[in-house]
Each structure stands twice: as C-alpha cells, then as structure tokens.
C-alpha cells in the first residue's frame, strides 16, 4: 500500500475533482435546458419561444382577414385601338411586296416591307469592328513558275522588279463576326441613338408645312435591319492592309497609306469605284456579286501566297516557326503533294478519254443499228427470195450467224471492247481511292506540322477539341474522303464509267490540296470565351528591303441594304449599290497595329577582324533565296561592297554586285582588352557609325541567314538524293508509276 506521503495531489483529491467536474456538467445542463427556454421553434427563419408562436399566428391571421376584407386595386390597362388599326391597313392603297429572303409562311415578316413608300422607316446601319490579334511574318521570295500576264503585273509592284529575289510581308488578324452580328441586330443601341428627324409627307409624298411654311418634321425611331436581310449577307469582301513606315532618323511613323491587293488575291475592296456605290449595277450582276463573295469566302478571307520556288516555303503568319528539320520534313511533303496532285490529273484525264470513247461508239452503234434495221425491213418485202434472207435477218437480230454475221461479230467486238475499258475504268477509280487517301494524309500531316491543327488522337480520352475540328466519325480522313469524292467525280456512268465533267468543279492545277485544306478549315474559329471570330490574311509584296514597317487590317464587309429597294430614298440612294461596309474612322484610328518588322536588305556585313589598317568584313548577299558569302578587306575611304559569285543550284556562275551604300572612315586595331572597331559613314543616317568585331561575330542576324544559308543546302542535297534514286528507278513506298497505271 502507498504512503500518504508518498501519493501526489491528483490521487489524493481524485474524488474531490470527479465530483466538481459533475457538479459543473449538472449546471451546464440547467441553463441551457432550464433557464434559457430550451423548447424554441423556427418561425418565418427566426427562433421563437414556444409561448410566443400562438400570440405571432393569431397576429398573422389578423393580417391577412383584412386583407382579404379589403378593396381590390387592379391596375389599369390600356387596350390598344385595334378595329382603327386594322381600319387603317385596309383602306391603304396595295403596294408591291420586296424581296424579303424569308420563306413564305414564316412569321415575323417586317412590317415595313409592306408600308408605302413615304412611311418607311430608316434603317439603323451600324458599321463592322475593326480585327484584333493581328500577327505578321516576313520572308524573302522566289517565284515558281507563274503565268506571264501575273508574273509582269508582280514585277511591276514589287520593289525590286525581280521575281527571283523580292521581299513580303503576311499579316493575320482575327475578325470578330459575333460583334458584327450585335451590331447589326442593334442589341446595346440606346434609344437616343436610334432617333432622327424626319420630315412629315402626306400620302402623295409632299412635306407638309406648317401655318408659317416651314416644314414639319417629327422625332422618330430608326429600326434594325431586318434579320432575313443581314443574316444572309454575313460574309468578308476584302481583307485589306494599311501600313506606316519608320523614319530611322525621326524615329517616327508616317507615310500611312493602302496597300495594293496581291494580283493573284480575290478582294471586293469598298475602296474600288466599282464597288463603293458611285456606280449602278444591274441587279443581276449584283444577285451575282453576292453568290460569288459567300462561295469564296476562304479565298477572300486567306488568300494563298504565290507559288514559291523550292525550296522556299510559305507558311501561314500564325504558323510556328520551322526548325531546319522540319523544314525537310515540310519539303518532303510538299514533294508528296505534288506528286499526288499530279496522278489524280493523269487518271482524270484517262477517265475523261475513255468516257469520251464510249460515248463515240455508242453514237456509231446507233448509227449502225438504224441502218441494220433499214436492211432487215427491206429483206422481209415480197421482193425478198427464199428463207436465207429471213434467217438472215433474224440472226442478225439475235446475234447468230448468217446474213447478219458481220453485225454480229462486230456487236461482240464493241461489247468486249466495252467491258475492258469498264475493268480498266474500274481499275483506275481504285487507284485513284488509293492516291486519294495518300494525298489526305500529306496534307494532314502538313496542317499538323505548321501547327494549324492538333494530331488527331482516337484513342485519346478527351477527343472535344479532335472532334471539333476533324468532325465525328473517323476524324479527318473520312470527312476528307467525301469531299473529295465531291471534287474528283462528276458523277458515275454505266459500268462504274465516270459521267459528266471529271474535274468536278473545274479545278486549276495545285488547287485540289487548297480543296482539301478548305475541309479542315472551318469558317468560323471559336474562342476560349464561347465567340467566334473570322481568321483573315492578306499579304504585301511592295516593301522595300532595309525598312521598317506596321500594319493594321481593316476587313470590308457585305452591306445588307445593298440592292434592296424597300429602303427609303435617302438610304437607297446610299447604299443600294454599295457592296461593302467598312469600319468607322474612329475605330480605324484606334485600332491595333502589328509588330515592326524589317525586312532583310540587299546585303548585310560583320567586321570580323583587321589587319593593320585595314579592316576584314564579311559580306552576305542574297540571290534566288539564299544567302551567299565573301570575306573581303577594306581600307578607310572604300565602299563597303564587291562582287560575289554565285554557282549553286546547277547553274552557270554569275556574279553578283553588292553595295551597302556604307563607305568605311577608319580601323581601330585590336589589342590587349580591346575589341577591333571599324568606323563607317551609316548610309540611312547618314552619320559615323562604328561596329564591333565580337558584337558582330555574334550578331543574332549573322547567326540566323548563317543558319537560314546551312538549311537552303540541306534542303538542295536532299532534293538532288532524291532525283538520284528516282533516276535509278526508286518509287516512294506504296508509290504508283505511271505504266502501272496505265499512262
């Protein structure tokens, strides 16, 4: 047994301590059942003491019997005269009813297509927003072969006046069509807005005046134009470029003007004295106009650059940027297409010789059939002697031998003849299905490469953004496959013979991959918000080497009021041959500019080292699309420039003269903890400028064209490896020749 002493304090008071902990539980409960009236209920989402609930009910009941006992106020409402109404409508004189692009018996057609003349309303015709997002890509060009008529309008334009060596710039922008759409449905107009003073007429048309003799005017509303006029007429015109240039002296912008569409580019422009409204159209060359705008939109909208020389490529302003490898990869694929593109035309053409063919023979057995069955009538007349004339006849009728015998034979000839072309028909048409699904995948492969498309996954588990933008069912391909059958087949005769025009739409050359790109470019691209915007480009091949330049684009728009007669006749006389809408000039002036850019000069140079007093410097030039280099030295009064000669791509050497205009003042040698400086009189300024040996070996210029110049020869060893294994008799994989296919 413990000692007391020897116990501590909880063990010797633990009785004492249970106790108080339950005295204090027992007075816990007390209050909160006892003394603060725990028996409470929720009434009206208030706790109230169960004594008090009878006292609110009775309160409440009280309220609402007088409520009930009490004069009921209903409100006044005003009932619209509509016998006058209708009174008024019948009496007006009948009026010819305009064109309202909305099927007959749907409802909702706007009353003011009906209303005379001097009671139309104006209509509130907003303007479209300027784009956003812009974007801008600079490159240096090479034209491939072009048609002569294009190819002088393009040397006269570009600043250079060489189709082989000329500079452009491709600006993107993104074109809000979901703010033009509220606009032209007038959704955050504000009423003040929408009133105008117009003058009072009676019904023959007259302004009415007052006892004073001036004119009566009253305040009325502009309303929306009609959503059956504008839905349809929402479509892009022209995608245009304005464009500032520095001044390297003042370091400010001017010299703001348009830029001239590219020749090949398809552009309504507001601009055009054609198109602006000053001059009538008939309408139908209008009804024409309209069509061909909506059919194009993807030519207005994203023009094609012009055909580049290899092994220059031309990628879309928003595209990524190439690295070299991918710039083989590119070129392989672009060398694909071509060859694809190029065995689609053949088997056409044969398809068309051999439906042609047909239709030639089919012409010459009718002929030979009627003449057959003017020989059998003449046999069967009283002149007619024995039964070998009958047999004759009849065996020529059902192909036996005998009098008939050459019909016959020369019926089984065609229709063997008949059915060989239909196997061999049949035979291409599946070649073709097979070059068809080759040619898809190049160009599904190139969207992907450029970045203009995701990789489509279908195994992958979220396929929302797949789906979007290959549509269901098979992603791409499938979608791909039909329209192409769209495009190649003009419709399909006896024995699988293709029928009609086999060029489908009359395809230019190079246009069935453009074809097939316009499938998986949608119209309209949505935005992370839930909009949709219009991706637009336009390009500009007027700028001069060595400048700097920005660009806005302004995006011209069909005007809805555009030949439509039921307009009142200050709108019509505006707008009735106005093809295209603009932005305002407020909002021009505040819209985006791209980025500067400047595009590469004729020539660049590097100090690279000295010798003494002189200077050696590194000279690069640019000729067909590639940079060339010479190391050459200078002495103080010397022109930067000299003679670089050029034997690449298989050509016999020319030389080439360059001049950077820059004329060389002085050489600070290199020493101890001192770069070698070269002094040089700045041909843009005009002023001494210096340039430092280091800065310039590392100048991220002269790495790039270093790099831009090692890729061009990779690209030329590659092209000439495979000319070399196609000499040697070397197909593509999977790859069709032409005697395989029958050429």
């Given at each position: 047994?413990?000692?007391?002493?020897d116990?501590?304090?909880?063990?010797?008071h633990?009785?004492?301590i249970i106790?108080l902990?339950a005295?204090l539980i027992?007075a816990l409960?007390a209050m909160m059942?006892v003394v603060s009236s725990?028996n409470?209920i929720?009434?009206?989402?208030k706790?109230?003491?169960?004594g008090?609930a009878?006292?609110?009910?009775?309160?409440?009941s009280?309220?609402?019997?007088?409520g009930?006992?009490?004069?009921?106020e209903?409100?006044e409402v005003?009932?619209?005269?509509y016998?006058s109404?209708?009174?008024?409508r019948?009496?007006e004189t009948?009026v010819?009813?305009?064109?309202?692009?909305?099927p007959?018996g749907?409802?909702g057609?706007?009353k003011?297509?009906?209303?005379?003349?001097?009671?139309?309303?104006?209509?509130y015709?907003?303007?479209?927003p300027?784009p956003?997002a812009?974007?801008v890509?600079?490159g240096n060009?090479v034209l491939?072969?072009?048609?002569?008529d294009t190819?002088?309008?393009?040397v006269?334009?570009t600043y250079?006046g060489?189709?082989?060596?000329f500079?452009?710039?491709?600006?993107k922008?993104e074109?809000?069509?979901?703010?033009?759409?509220?606009?032209?449905?007038?959704k955050?107009v504000s009423?003040e807005?929408?009133?105008?003073?117009?003058?009072?007429?009676?019904?023959e048309?007259?302004?009415?005046l007052?006892?004073e003799?001036?004119?009566?005017?009253e305040?009325?509303k502009?309303?929306?134009?009609?959503?059956g006029w504008?839905?349809?007429?929402?479509?892009?015109?022209s995608?245009?470029?304005?464009?500032?240039?520095?001044d390297?002296?003042?370091g400010?912008?001017?010299n703001?003007?348009?830029?001239s569409?590219?020749p090949t580019q398809?552009?309504?422009r507001?601009d055009?004295?054609r198109?602006?409204?000053?001059?009538?159209?008939p309408?139908i060359?209008a009804?024409?106009?309209?069509q061909?705008?909506k059919a194009r939109?993807?030519?207005?909208?994203r023009?094609?650059?012009?055909?580049?020389?290899?092994?220059?490529?031309?990628?879309?302003?928003?595209?990524?940027?190439?690295?070299?490898?991918?710039?083989?990869?590119l070129?392989?694929i672009?060398?694909?297409i071509a060859?694809y593109e190029?065995q689609l035309?053949?088997?056409?053409?044969n398809l068309?010789k051999?439906r042609?063919r047909?239709?030639m023979?089919?012409?010459?057995?009718?002929?030979?059939?009627?003449?057959?069955?003017?020989?059998?009538s003449?046999?069967?007349s009283p002149?007619?002697?024995?039964?070998a004339?009958?047999?004759g006849?009849?065996g020529?009728?059902?192909?036996m031998?005998?009098?008939g015998?050459?019909?016959?034979?020369s019926?089984?000839?065609?229709?063997?003849?008949?059915?060989g072309?239909?196997?061999?028909?049949?035979?291409l048409?599946e070649?073709?299905?097979?070059?068809q699904?080759r040619l898809?995948?190049?160009i599904?492969?190139r969207e992907?490469?450029?970045g203009?498309?995701?990789e489509f996954?279908?195994n992958?588990e979220?396929?929302?953004m797949?789906?979007?933008?290959?549509g269901?069912?098979?992603g791409m391909?499938?979608?791909?496959?039909?329209e192409m059958?769209?495009?190649?087949m003009?419709?399909?005769g006896?024995?699988?013979m293709?029928?009609?025009?086999?060029?489908g739409m009359?395809?230019?050359?190079?246009s069935i991959s453009?074809?097939?790109?316009?499938?998986?470019?949608t119209?309209?691209?949505?935005?992370e918000?839930?909009?949709?915007v219009m991706?637009?480009?336009a390009?500009?091949i007027?700028?001069?080497?060595g400048?700097t330049?920005r660009y806005?684009?302004i995006?011209?728009?069909l005007?809805?009021?555009?030949?439509?007669h039921r307009v009142?006749?200050?709108q019509?006389a505006?707008?009735?041959y106005?093809l295209a809408l603009?932005?305002?000039?407020e909002?021009?002036?505040?819209?985006e500019?791209t980025?500067a850019?400047?595009?590469?000069?004729?020539?660049?140079?590097?100090?690279?080292?000295n010798?003494?007093?002189?200077?050696?410097v590194?000279?690069?030039a640019?000729n067909?699309?590639?940079w060339?280099?010479?190391?050459?030295?200078f002495e103080p009064?010397d022109?930067?420039?000299g003679?670089?000669?050029?034997?690449?791509?298989?050509?016999d050497?020319?030389?080439?003269p360059?001049?950077?205009?820059a004329?060389?003042v002085?050489?600070i040698?290199?020493s101890?903890?001192?770069?070698?400086?070269?002094?040089?009189?700045?041909p843009?300024?005009?002023?001494i400028?210096?340039?430092?040996?280091n800065?310039?070996?590392?100048?991220p210029?002269r790495?790039r064209i270093?790099n831009?110049a090692?890729?061009f020869?990779?690209l030329?060893i590659?092209?000439d490896?495979?000319t070399?294994s196609?000499?040697?008799?070397?197909?593509?994989?999977?790859?069709?020749?032409d005697q395989?296919?029958?050429?």
């Open positions: 047994m413990m000692k007391p002493k116990a501590g304090f909880f063990s010797l633990i009785e004492k106790l902990i005295l027992c409960l059942y725990p409470k929720k009434m009206n989402n706790l109230v003491d169960a008090k009878a006292k609110m009910v009775e309160a409440e009280q309220r609402l019997r007088s009930l006992n009490a004069e009921p209903i409100p005003h009932t619209p005269d016998s109404e209708f009174n008024s019948l009496n009948t010819a009813v305009a064109s309202s692009y909305l007959l749907n409802p057609t706007d003011n297509l009906f209303t005379q003349d001097n009671k139309i309303p104006l209509y015709l907003p303007t479209p300027m956003n812009l974007a890509r600079i060009a491939d072969k072009i048609d002569d190819m002088e309008e393009i006269n334009v250079t060489n189709p082989e060596n500079r452009y710039a491709s600006i922008a074109f809000p069509i979901d703010v033009w759409s509220e606009r032209l449905a007038a955050d009423d807005l929408l009133q105008y003073n117009a003058v009072v007429k009676d019904d048309g007259n302004p009415i007052d006892a003799g001036n004119v009566v005017t305040v009325r502009m309303q929306p134009v009609p959503e504008w839905r349809r007429m929402l479509a892009v015109t995608v245009m470029l304005e464009r500032e240039e520095l390297p002296i003042t400010e912008w001017g703001r003007q348009f830029v569409n590219m398809i552009a309504y507001p055009n004295s198109f602006d409204g000053s001059t009538p159209m309408k060359e009804q024409r106009i309209v061909d705008v939109q993807m030519d207005i909208c023009p094609e650059f012009l055909p580049m020389a290899f092994p220059l490529n031309w990628v879309p302003p928003d595209a990524k940027k190439l690295t070299p490898e991918e710039e083989k990869e070129y392989k672009r060398k694909n060859r190029k035309t053949k088997i056409q053409e068309e051999m042609k047909d239709e023979e089919k012409t010459r057995r009718d002929a030979s059939g009627s003449r057959s069955r003017g020989t059998t003449r046999s069967r002149r007619s002697t024995g039964g004339g009958m047999m006849a009849m020529g009728e059902m192909g031998e005998g009098g015998g050459r019909t016959s034979r019926g089984r000839s065609a229709r063997t003849r008949s059915t072309r239909t196997d061999q028909g049949s035979l048409q070649q073709m299905m097979q070059i699904e898809i995948k190049e599904e492969e992907v490469l450029l203009r498309r995701e996954d279908p992958a979220d396929n929302n797949n789906m979007g933008m290959y269901r069912g098979g391909q499938d979608m791909m496959m039909g059958d769209n495009m190649m003009g419709g399909m006896p024995g699988g293709m029928g009609g025009n086999p060029m009359g395809m230019r050359p190079g453009r074809r097939l790109s316009q499938v998986v470019e119209q309209y691209e949505m935005k918000d839930g909009t949709r991706k637009v480009w390009h500009d007027t700028i001069q080497p400048k330049y806005r684009v995006v011209s728009v005007n809805p009021l555009f030949s439509q009142s006749a200050d019509k505006a707008n009735n106005k603009i932005p305002s000039e909002e021009r002036v505040a819209g500019w980025e850019v400047t595009p590469d000069p004729q020539s660049y140079f590097f100090l690279v080292g010798s003494a007093s002189s200077a050696r590194e000279v690069w640019l067909r699309g590639k060339l280099r010479k190391e050459f030295t009064g022109e930067i420039g003679i670089i000669e050029d034997d690449s791509d298989g050509r050497k020319i030389e080439i360059v001049s950077s205009g004329v060389m002085d050489m040698a290199a101890k903890g001192r770069n070698a400086q070269l002094l040089y009189v700045d843009e300024s005009n002023a400028s210096y340039r430092d040996a800065s310039d070996k590392d100048s210029t790495i270093q831009e090692v890729s020869d990779e030329i590659e092209r490896r495979d070399t196609n000499s040697r008799g070397q197909m593509m994989p999977n790859m069709m020749n395989m296919m029958g050429f």
